[in-house]
Nanobody
Framework: QLQASGGGLVQPGGSLRLSCAASGITFDDYTVGWFRQAPGKEREGVSC??????????YYARSVEGRFTISSDNAKNTVYLQMNSLKPEDTAVYYCAAGYRAGPWAFMHIATMQDAWGKGTLVTVSS
């Protein structure tokens, strides 16, 4: 139902844009976000955007705030994560997920609020 794409190899300081496209669901009633998991580390929430039927508020982890921007194109049923000023510590597999009418904070921190997951896309930041 969710397809993540856009990962790749980028040098430190570079940029990438990840896309999360949905089929079978519409984002009108879903909070959609990104999580990442680096080798040997636990999965962490990165960012999410509330559904268009709510206020569409956004949430960012402190580690990416000011560098990453999440946005939604409801016509294309796609959510984007623009990642700028990438650092080696951003290296991870990035997953998109969706939660039905989930509040942004709850979606990022409570596993039962995440209803659907896509396969990950690898982001490698290295010189």
């Amino acid at each position: 139902q969710l397809q993540a794409s856009g990962g790749g190899l980028v040098q430190p300081g570079g940029s990438l844009r990840l896309s999360c496209a949905a089929s079978g669901i519409t984002f009108d009633d879903y909070t959609v976000g990104w999580f990442r998991q680096a080798p040997g580390k636990e999965r962490e929430g990165v960012s999410c955007i509330g559904s268009s039927s709510s206020d569409g508020s956004t949430y960012y982890a402190r580690s990416v705030e000011g560098r990453f921007t999440i946005s939604s194109d409801n016509a294309k049923n796609t959510v984007y994560l623009q990642m700028n000023s990438l650092k080696p510590e951003d290296t991870a597999v990035y997953y998109c997920a969706a939660g039905y009418r989930a509040g942004p904070w709850a979606f990022m921190h409570i596993a039962t609020m995440q209803d659907a997951w896509g396969k990950g896309t690898l982001v490698t930041v290295s010189s």
